[in-house]
């Protein structure tokens, strides 16, 4: 049976007195026998594992693989522009100059995509790198270069740490690189990744940490830009509410709220995607009139109750899952759900008030205690049926009659 070759949450590629050159051995030996089909000496770390099997779905050669053409000049400065990166430059490269600076290492930004946008690193690193294609403008998604620091980080969303032969393709073999993720903590989504690369030799298991700390005060830093932008424009809004006539909300580009009068304390409301100043129907508060504001919307709802006269049926489908019918006066829709979405649903249709976490625990498993499991069934829930289920405690929305077939 095969050793595993390490399994952490925030793995560095070699641990602590671990000698490079011998690890390397193991891995090209790992390597070869994967890509030959034959039987392996040692299983690759998982997070290597897996992304040499999306390597290999993506059809990557693991012989003449390589990232294409780069993007255009104008391409590349589009993204430049519309990456969210170009304001983290200074943290990322101040960050992790000691790890860059008078060394062999380079220092990359890349967007969501895998696309480099920006390198930092003397020109000797910089013309080793050119030779992989290693360049502005390059993809190095894992569907383009298989398994390595910047495309990996993407598709894990984890800051990982790539040695050696843990590269899918063989001319990377020489290299070792750490990237990690960077989050837009206003959607939660991608932003792209920071990376560092360098000669093999130079692998060493604190970069790991290094380059994730980095990347998370990034993130802090367009946490607090966020909070700035939202309380400049709570100061714009509330001569505005304060002069309202009905319930009001004011919220952000990304449905942050930044102000409310007369409506039920929230953070942050699902908008749609094409917000428009109008009168449109938004999760959570029906049937609202939009305005702009600096930097964000007014929201006011038209209806007291906004899901009145909607209807929710649960019933049992042919297939074991549950058939989840919603008619509102807009028309009908149906949710297929699972077994476990199903019963969620049934004890929060027998409990008008609402349930806690551990009272659903309790409900569905005997055990108060699994409600990290309960949340997180909860949140599919919600995005499922959006503003038809709150929380504070679980519950169906007011307004919402249930039915239990």
Not at 90 to 111: E, K, M, Y
Not at 209 to 232: C, E, G, I, K, P
Request: proline residues 7%; negative net charge; hydrophobic residues 40%.
């Amino acid at each position: 049976m095969p050793t595993a070759l390490h399994n952490a949450a925030l793995e560095p590629a070699l641990t602590t007195g671990e000698d490079p050159r011998s690890f390397a051995q193991v891995l090209h030996a790992v390597y070869d026998a994967a890509m030959a089909g034959e039987q392996l000496p040692a299983r690759p770390r998982s997070v290597i594992g897996q992304s040499w099997e999306r390597a290999v779905d993506a059809g990557v050669d693991p012989d003449i693989g390589g990232p294409g053409d780069p993007i255009s000049a104008a391409d590349l400065d589009e993204r430049r522009s519309t990456s969210g990166l170009a304001g983290l430059l200074g943290d990322l490269t101040n960050g992790l100059d000691a790890v860059v600076r008078d060394s062999p290492n380079i220092l990359v930004v890349a967007d969501a995509d895998g696309h480099v946008l920006w390198r930092a690193g003397s020109s000797a690193v910089r013309r080793r790198a050119d030779h992989l294609g290693f360049v502005e403008g390059a993809s190095w998604a894992e569907n383009a270069v298989g398994t390595n620091a910047i495309g990996t980080a993407l598709a894990s969303g984890r800051a990982v740490q790539v040695f050696s032969a843990e590269h899918f393709v063989r001319t990377h073999h020489a290299w070792t690189c750490t990237g990690a993720p960077i989050h837009d903590p206003r959607t939660g989504g991608l932003l792209g990744a920071v990376d560092v690369s360098g000669p093999a030799a130079t692998i060493h298991p604190a970069t790991i940490a290094l380059v994730d700390s980095v990347a998370r005060l990034a993130q802090a830093r367009l946490q607090l830009d966020h909070r700035d932008r939202l309380d400049m424009l709570r100061a714009v809004a509330a001569p505005i509410l304060a002069r309202a006539s009905r319930p009001s909300l004011a919220v952000d580009e990304y449905g942050w709220v930044a102000a409310a009068d007369r409506m039920t304390p929230t953070r942050r409301i699902v908008l749609p995607d094409d917000v428009t100043p109008s009168r449109m129907r938004i999760a959570d508060l029906g049937l609202c009139d939009v305005e702009p504001l600096p930097g964000g919307w007014l929201v006011r709802p038209t209806e007291t109750t906004p899901h009145r006269g909607t209807t929710v049926t649960i019933g049992d489908g042919p297939d074991g899952r549950a058939v989840v019918t919603v008619r509102t006066s807009d028309g009908e829709w149906t949710h297929r759900a699972t077994p476990r979405h199903r019963d969620l649903l049934v004890q929060l249709a027998a409990s008008p008030i609402g349930c806690s976490a551990a009272e659903l625990s309790s409900a569905l498993f005997g055990d108060p205690t699994r409600t990290v499991t309960v949340r997180a069934e909860m949140s599919r829930l919600r995005k499922a049926l959006g503003g038809l289920l709150a929380t504070g405690p679980y519950r169906f929305a007011p307004g919402v009659d249930v039915r239990v077939e």
